[in-house]
């Protein structure tokens, strides 16, 4: 899968993924399964916020529908930037 010459990383390993798997060139995509609403987090931020052992599962959970206020039904995938697109 494909988006803007960025490609989907760590298909593989979901389930254990960490936040401190993460690097700054991923971004995390998530979409709200009530709405549809879509938003990007960078790694960044889920640094400041999380633990850097909370695995990515577990902190989607938490996650709050900035449109429909609906909580912890997210579908989610970690992209990783093509600096070279
Ligand atoms: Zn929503």
Redesign the pocket.
């Known amino acids: 899968m494909e988006q803007n010459g960025n490609i989907i990383t760590f298909p593989e390993r979901r389930q254990g993924l960490k936040v401190a798997d993460l690097r700054s060139w991923h971004y995390m995509q998530v979409t709200?399964r009530?709405?549809?609403?879509t938003g990007r987090i960078y790694p960044q931020s889920l640094w400041r916020r999380c633990s850097m052992d909370a695995r990515i599962v577990d902190v989607v959970r938490q996650f709050r529908?900035r449109?429909?206020?609906?909580g912890g039904a997210v579908t989610w995938d970690i992209w990783h930037i093509n600096r070279n697109a």
């Not at 449109?67 to 609906?70: E, K, L, V, Y």
């Open positions: 709200c009530h709405c549809g609403h529908c449109d429909c206020g609906a």
